[in-house]
């Protein structure tokens, strides 16, 4: 799961580890690996992640080769927005499959994200969709010609992914469809989750694609069958009280 640090580099080195950190991006991790080994027999190394360790399947990668080179390792877990999503008041028991929206492109645009949340609702299940983050991309051309330029980092917004996720909708009509997700299918938008300035809106699937959520990092969730004290606890988030009146887009336990 890609993510990024809510504090400066600075910050974290002199406040609290008061060592020098080397910041592994992902290109290090996944092509580097070793050199984070290098040395890790003879002195301890420490591998810090924003969330859980587990995560992403880069950082079980970095185990397997561990044990292969009798290198004892030491998990300490920690908070990811794989369980911090509860904060909105949705029970963590009742999420189905996470899935991941990506940014669209003139000539790319999967849809395959949208069967997922639909299967997810048909069984009465929320659905926690991760939003892109594009950091250290290349364009195909710096990448073709070898050179090691980046795109300026990008953070997919809960607007950006309620409008593709609008659009799908739009198209699956056009092919006939009548979609399980609508304009009035209760969501909620959540910023920078565990932060102290944690944003949390709750709302029509179209509400979303408007509110205000500021700074990144944004994740979506799309509801399913809602328990009585969970619409209670979204309420308290509402961007319009009158989302939740209408009892054509919500269904409760």
């Not at 999420?95 to 929206?101: A, D, K, L, P, Y």
């Not at 939003?131 to 710096?142: A, F, H, M, P, R």
């Not at 009509?173 to 009548?178: I, P």
Request: charged share 25%; glycine share 6%; hydrophobic share 40%.
């Amino acid at each position: 799961i890609n993510s990024v640090f809510c504090v400066g580099k600075e910050v974290t080195e002199e406040e609290f580890y008061g060592k020098e950190l080397i910041l592994a991006d992902r290109e290090m991790v996944e092509q580097d690996a070793d050199s984070l080994l290098k040395e890790a027999d003879v002195c301890d190394v420490a591998f810090l992640v924003v969330g859980d360790p587990f995560g992403a399947t880069t950082h079980s990668d970095l185990v397997l080769r561990a044990v292969k080179l009798g290198i004892p390792y030491k998990v300490i877990h920690n908070a990811s927005i794989m369980n911090a999503v509860g904060c909105c008041g949705l029970q963590l028991y009742n999420f189905g499959e996470t899935v991941s929206i990506v940014f669209w492109t003139d000539t790319w645009k999967p849809e395959s994200f949208f069967d997922k949340i639909e299967k997810n609702r048909r069984n009465g299940m929320h659905t926690l969709c991760l939003l892109d983050i594009k950091v250290k991309e290349q364009s195909l051309e710096n990448l073709m010609k070898g050179r090691k330029i980046y795109d300026p980092p990008r953070y997919m917004s809960v607007n950006q992914a309620a409008e593709q996720l609008l659009a799908v909708i739009q198209n699956r009509r056009l092919q006939g469809e009548k979609p399980e997700i609508t304009e009035n299918t209760i969501c909620v938008g959540l910023a920078r989750v565990g932060a102290l300035d944690e944003k949390i809106a709750s709302g029509t699937l179209q509400q979303m694609s408007t509110v205000e959520l500021g700074a990144p990092l944004h994740s979506l969730i799309v509801t399913g069958t809602m328990h009585p004290l969970e619409l209670e606890m979204l309420k308290l988030f509402s961007v319009d009280s009158s989302s939740f009146e209408n009892n054509a887009c919500q269904r409760t336990a």
